[in-house]
């Protein structure tokens, strides 16, 4: 059985998110969605918001769960009993801090591995920020998210 976690915030989850959701879901059996409930960052939706909302747009992905964690991402993969983390890179930017982690988790667990996926080009330029900017100016944000997600920005917005 392969299990992967693919960490992160989520606040919210955008369409760049679920390409890398889909197309990690299919490369192993088992694909947990981990959502990072930091409790020294305020958020704009609560972690239980996030997963719920998550949850929702990956419902007809059978082999996808959606959980949060807190603390160390390697703890989680343990308790996960996953092997490999998956990873999304935008751009040369992400690459420095994400190539720190990988090299820096798989010292604490040689079991892990880090799986980078890149970007479709069409989300390449797509961050939760710019999402979150967008609908706090109500902008136009449909090209950027789900529908549901959408609706809940708005409503956090109003
Ligand atoms: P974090 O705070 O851990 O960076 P994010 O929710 O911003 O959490 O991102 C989670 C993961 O998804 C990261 O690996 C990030 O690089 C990736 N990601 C974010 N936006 C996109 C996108 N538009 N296309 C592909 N991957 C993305």
């Not at 609560?46 to 997963?51: G, K, L, P």
Request: charged letters at 20%; aromatic letters at 10%; proline letters at 4%.
């Amino acid at each position: 059985m392969r299990i992967a976690v693919y960490p992160g915030s989520f606040d919210p989850v955008t369409n760049g998110h679920i390409d890398i959701i889909k197309r990690a879901a299919k490369m192993v059996d088992h694909l947990v969605i981990g959502v990072l409930h930091n409790s020294s960052k305020t958020p704009l939706f609560s972690a239980e918001e996030r997963v719920n909302m998550l949850s929702e747009v990956c419902k007809d992905i059978p082999n996808v769960e959606v959980r949060y964690f807190e603390g160390l991402l390697v703890d989680f993969v343990v308790e996960c009993n996953a092997t490999i983390v998956v990873r999304g890179l935008r751009a040369v930017t992400d690459f420095e801090y994400e190539l720190q982690w990988a090299q820096s988790n798989r010292i604490v667990c040689p079991q892990m591995d880090t799986m980078f996926l890149v970007t479709n080009v069409q989300y390449s330029y797509l961050s939760s920020s710019v999402v979150r900017e967008y609908a706090s100016h109500n902008g136009d944000i449909s090209a950027f998210v789900p529908p549901l997600v959408e609706k809940r920005l708005k409503e956090k917005f109003s």
